[in-house]
């Protein structure tokens, strides 16, 4: 009966339908509370419904329930990181996240570069949560400011629960209002910094790494770049201790050795010109 309801909710997912989809897999874990697949299906819908806190029970459910060195558990991380930044949790996602990564590098697991994403992802985070308390810091008037606008945003989507829950409007056009109201107050939050920079002549102003710069393994800035055979390019000991390890490019997952990687040049000397000029990045 519950692997019945599974695969109902399968078939509504596939639709689009992720309501539906969402009550008919909690109906199956109501019959079988035991099977983490039943959990992991509902954080998938979840996510596509943005309700991050449900992700995040959903996908802890489903990791108690294979065991955390169980490497089917490792798909569950990946939701579960995904949650916490969308949470605003970022230390925990990196916590979790890197536990995970180095895991799926022992097991050889297809979720590694997913895991690496998300790491990158946390980390990304959390630099952006130190770069928000530095210009603060700097200036109270954009602290203050700026908590104006988060103010308002916590109203207005607060405002916008209260109307789904009354069903005054439906799933899918909360969730696009909600993300068009977030878009427009981080907008706002830019164009605030990029005034207090221009009036400040560049004293206050967001240090960002670029993305092509960080290594997607050690999630440093790169200081000796090489390239795969795919194509990517890597720091050499990230990469090294990667490929001695598993025996795979991280991205492709085809065999590869470490005869098989080639320096960047260009890329290192990009690498060099920005840690020249921007010497806080060493510890990004």
Not at 4 to 31: M, T
Not at 95 to 119: N, P, R, W
Not at 151 to 166: H, M, P
Request: charged share 30%.
């Amino acid at each position: 009966m519950a692997q019945e309801l599974k695969k109902k909710g399968n078939e509504f997912f596939k639709e689009g339908d992720y309501v539906s989809a969402e009550d008919y897999y909690s109906q199956a874990i109501a019959k079988d509370p035991r099977d983490a697949t039943f959990y992991t299906n509902r954080a998938v819908t979840r996510i596509k419904l943005e309700k991050w806190e449900d992700v995040e029970h959903d996908a802890r459910a489903a990791i108690n329930i294979y065991g955390e060195k169980d490497p089917a558990s490792l798909k569950s991380s990946v939701y579960l990181a995904q949650a916490l930044l969308a949470l605003n949790r970022p230390q925990e996602a990196y916590d979790l996240t890197i536990t995970a990564y180095q895991f799926s590098l022992d097991v050889k697991h297809i979720q590694t570069e997913k895991l690496s994403g998300m790491l990158l992802r946390a980390k990304k985070a959390l630099w952006e949560a130190r770069e928000t308390a530095r210009l603060h810091e700097m200036d109270e008037t954009l602290k203050s400011l700026e908590e104006l606008i988060n103010a308002d945003l916590a109203r207005v989507e607060a405002e916008l629960a209260s109307q789904l829950e009354k069903k005054e409007i439906g799933e899918v056009g909360y969730r696009e209002d909600l993300g068009a109201l977030r878009e427009d107050a981080q907008k706002k939050i830019q164009h605030i910094r990029e005034a207090f920079r221009i009036s400040s002549k560049g004293d206050i102003q967001e240090r960002v790494v670029p993305d092509y710069l960080i290594d997607g393994i050690t999630f440093e800035v790169m200081h000796d770049p090489v390239m795969t055979p795919s194509g990517a390019s890597f720091d050499r000991s990230g990469i090294v201790k990667y490929v001695e390890k598993a025996g795979v490019d991280p991205l492709t997952r085809e065999p590869m050795s470490v005869k098989d990687l080639r320096p960047n040049y260009a890329l290192k000397a990009a690498c060099e010109e920005f840690l020249n000029k921007n010497g806080w990045a060493v510890d990004w």
